[in-house]
């Protein structure tokens, strides 16, 4: 990164071709991020295994992995594009359920339940989206109804027979690649780690592209957005459809590592929270702003069932980091972060 | 169908509508007033039904006669907390303070979750069991005394917010902000006492479930989803329209239950939820936007 | 370029803009002005598809855009800025504006590019890095104006662009809009700054209590009864009228 010599030194070095440094300014969201950040999260997360190859780590990783995962979907359509939601499991548990169902009761392949997961996912988000938007939701009104919807499809998946009702569905434990088990819990790792990956390039591809711009000031500003000729609706209905398809390979994902799913697992208000938490505390609207928030929750989560045998300690914790989060630091901790890198580099001046 | 189960169900719906509708004057108060959406609000109840849960089962007082203990002390305990905390976040974004409050509702479930375990509760008291006579059917008590004493409630809060200073002070801030402060209305004191009132009722409200209903932690979740259907059903910030919503969802309810079975049965009154938000958000009595 | 026919908005019981009609020739500037709460802006809202319209005709290039939506309005090249400004808060002025670029470019390099020679033509170049929270008044009036202008507008609807400016600012903004009608495109503004109007303008629209009450050169406005009695009150005309001939004699 050259800073061009004539800028004044208070200001960011970004130069013209856009390969700036997004810590110095605020907030620069449109701006890509460097790749040595990327290749040194890739290479930590793809050395972790090998690094701490026992069970327990593995589970941690792989937990920390999943709901990177999924706060990626929120962060994409409540983070990028600003639209809240309160019930981003409905995407989740439709991937769980669709996949879950199309192997169990249609004997296809469960390697095929991703793909199907992600368009069960991006069906239900098209669908929210479409109906939500059209009638003008916004804000705390299309946070609520999302929880609605979500919970429709919690007493819809309870009482048909198709999801096996309040029972549940199992996935018969058959450990083997073609399966999409695995033998070793390793290949769970290795093939999350690829989901957040691609996660990850899809969450860089907005910072960098015209649909990311555009969905930056939809968050910004509606009214100022239609002004400029973006036609908010269909934006908002595709980052709705994008969202929830990672939503729903995150669902189908969880249902081949846990191998059972049940209407209050996969349509239930815990995922939600979880999602938004992670994305949120992390830092909502940055690309790692769900891993930070991920990893976080996974180590208070491990942290405090190792300390103690207190039920629920946890999420009291992650409950009051929100309140302080939203209270002082709305950006989220990758925001802290980088003030205090900012700090730093201004100390060595 | 037997018109006597009909008629049953209809009257269980309504009494049961009756405590809704306490719960979501409350609610539809702290919006009218403050404009904040207080996720909160299913967990504040909980919370205070355990209250009530405790007082009977350690102190062994009635649940009805603990309102006198339970309304006072969750005025106190929402005034304090907006003064404390949730006064120093109202302003700024809708969506900050819909997200404070649900990370509060996230902090009290689980606290109660540690403290209380997960397990269910119910109280039974002398009266629990016993029957009266409705017209064509027969009604637990506790039912029957509930509702009158929220529909008691519910009159009693109308004729506060008509007939005193402080009810007129609160009326007009939710109306024009900036006018009352004009005329020298200490604007931050009445939305401290508003909110304090909004989980006042839940106070109440708690000593009237508790006889007819169980307490666990995460029972926050289906009375969160109650109330703000109730609410906008009924208009945000309108009085009768928490009165006709509440009693609407109690019906809603009571024949889901009735015609679609316990398990879809719930699925009324998120359906509602939808549709009023999709096509008419201002419900029935709100402001039209 | 733009005509409008006619154009009716009513709120409640208020006719906020009454049987307006005006017409903007392509190339040209032309002016809305009139006394606070004459209708101006929610004449501009309606024009560009902010509000519906309760009767009346907006055509654009030709083409009908009454009632279009907004965002197919700004694309067909007809753009406003906004009375209170609306900047995107959290973006930075190279954002900002980017945002507007991409109307016109899709990919990021030439967006990005295109916004910067946009924010050097308005004069904002230094402050290409600053959060547009942290602009001052005047900054985000030109931010507003460079991210409409990066849009490669045809027809620039500039709502007071120059209120809140100090007279040196609003030398330079005059400056700027005289190029942005020099490099072709069609600028109608509202504004209250009278010698930026008078100076800018070759037609001018005087909007009193929602109706359009007078018309013409900017010398014509100056003198003309109906207008000088919609900001100076009744009779006002007349008292000045035996002042302004004594200085011309």
Known sequence: ?349 | ?289 | MLKVRGLTKIFGGLRAVDDASLEVAQGSIVALIGPNGAGKTTLFSCIAGFQPVNAGRVELLGQDITGMPVHRIARMGMVRTFQITQPFARLSVHENIAVGAYQRYSHRAEAWEHARAVAEQVGMAHQLEQPASALTVAGRKRLELARTLATGPRLLLLDEVMAGLNPSEILEIIGIIQKIRASGVTVLLIEHVMHAVMSLSEHIYVLSYGKIIAQGAPREIVSNTAVIEAYLGRGAAQVLAPQQEASHA
């Open chain 2, 1 to 289: 169908m037997d018109s006597t189960i009909i008629a049953s169900a209809a009257i269980n719906g309504l009494l049961l509508g009756g405590i809704y509708t306490l719960v979501a004057c409350g609610l539809t108060l702290i919006y009218g007033v403050l404009h904040i959406i207080n996720f909160a609000h299913g967990s504040m109840l909980m919370l205070a039904m355990f209250g009530v849960y405790y007082l009977l089962t350690l102190l062994g007082i009635d649940p009805y006669l603990s309102m006198f203990i339970m309304v006072p002390a969750m005025f106190l305990f929402g005034y304090l907390l907006y003064k404390g905390l949730i006064g120093r976040l109202a302003s700024g974004k809708d969506e900050n303070i819909l997200l404070v409050t649900l990370g509060l509702s996230i902090l009290i479930e689980n606290l109660a979750l540690m403290f209380f375990k997960g397990d269910s509760r119910t109280i039974l008291v002398s009266y629990s069991d016993r029957m009266v006579e409705l017209g064509p059917t027969l009604v637990a008590m506790p039912k029957l005394i509930s509702f009158a004493v929220a529909m008691v409630l519910c009159a009693l809060l109308g004729l506060f917010m008509q007939r005193t200073d402080t009810g007129r002070a609160i009326r007009a801030v939710a109306k024009e902000r900036v006018g009352a402060r004009l005329v020298g209305i200490d604007v931050d004191r009445i939305f401290a006492i508003s909110y304090g009132i909004g989980l006042a009722t839940l106070g109440a409200a708690a000593c009237l479930m508790m006889p007819i209903f169980y307490v666990s932690p995460s029972v926050g979740h289906v009375f969160v989803l109650v109330a703000f259907t109730v609410v906008v059903l009924g208009g945000m910030g309108s009085f009768l329209g928490a009165v006709v919503g509440g009693l609407i969802i109690g019906l809603t309810e009571s024949f889901g239950g009735l015609y679609l079975g316990e398990s879809l049965g719930q699925i009324g009154i998120s359906v509602i939820f939808i549709l009023i938000l999709l096509f008419r958000p201002s419900g029935l009595f709100g402001a039209r936007q």
């Open chain 1, 1 to 349: 990164m050259s800073a061009t010599p004539d800028r004044s030194p208070a200001s960011a070095q970004s130069n013209p071709k856009g390969e700036g440094s997004p810590m110095n300014t605020p907030r620069s969201p449109l701006l890509p991020l460097p790749w040595m950040l990327h290749l040194t999260v890739l290479a930590i997360a793809l050395a972790y295994p090998f690094v701490f190859p026992s069970s327990f780590m593995l589970n941690f990783g792989v937990l920390a992995l999943f709901y990177a995962f999924i706060g990626q979907s929120w962060n994409i359509s409540g983070g990028f594009a600003g639209q809240l939601s309160f019930g981003h499991v409905a995407f989740f548990g439709a991937g769980a359920y669709a996949a879950t169902i199309a192997q169990m009761r249609f004997g296809i392949s469960p390697w095929l339940g991703l793909p199907i997961a992600a368009m069960a996912g991006a069906l239900v988000g098209g669908i929210i989206g479409v109906l939500s938007f059209r009638a003008g939701l916004k804000g705390s009104y299309f946070a609520l109804i999302t929880l609605a919807f979500a919970e429709v499809l919690r007493i819809v998946s309870n009482s048909v027979t198709i999801t096996g009702g309040g029972l549940g569905m199992l996935i018969p434990m058959k450990p083997g690649a073609a399966n999409l088990q695995f033998v070793e819990r390793s290949g769970f790792y290795f093939l999350i780690l690829v989901l957040v990956a691609i996660s990850i390039a899809l969450a860089e591809w907005l910072r960098r592209s015209k649909f990311g711009a555009q969905l930056a000031a939809i968050r910004e500003n509606e009214d100022a957005a239609k002004a400029l000729g973006i036609n908010v609706f269909r934006e908002k209905v595709k980052v709705m459809l994008l969202s929830g398809a990672i939503g729903g390979v995150g669902g189908c994902f969880f249902a081949q590592y846990f191998l059972y799913i049940d209407p209050l697992i996969a349509f239930g208000v815990d995922k939600s929270v979880e999602m938004l938490l992670v994305s949120m505390i992390g830092g909502a609207g940055t690309v790692y702003g769900p891993m930070v928030g991920a990893l976080l929750l996974a180590l208070v989560s491990d942290g405090t069932r190792a300390l103690t045998q207190i039920q629920g300690l946890s999420l009291v914790l992650y409950g009051a980091l929100l309140v302080i989060i939203i209270a002082y630091l709305p950006n989220g901790l990758i925001d802290l972060f980088a003030r205090i890198k900012a700090r730093f580099s201004r100390g060595r001046h």
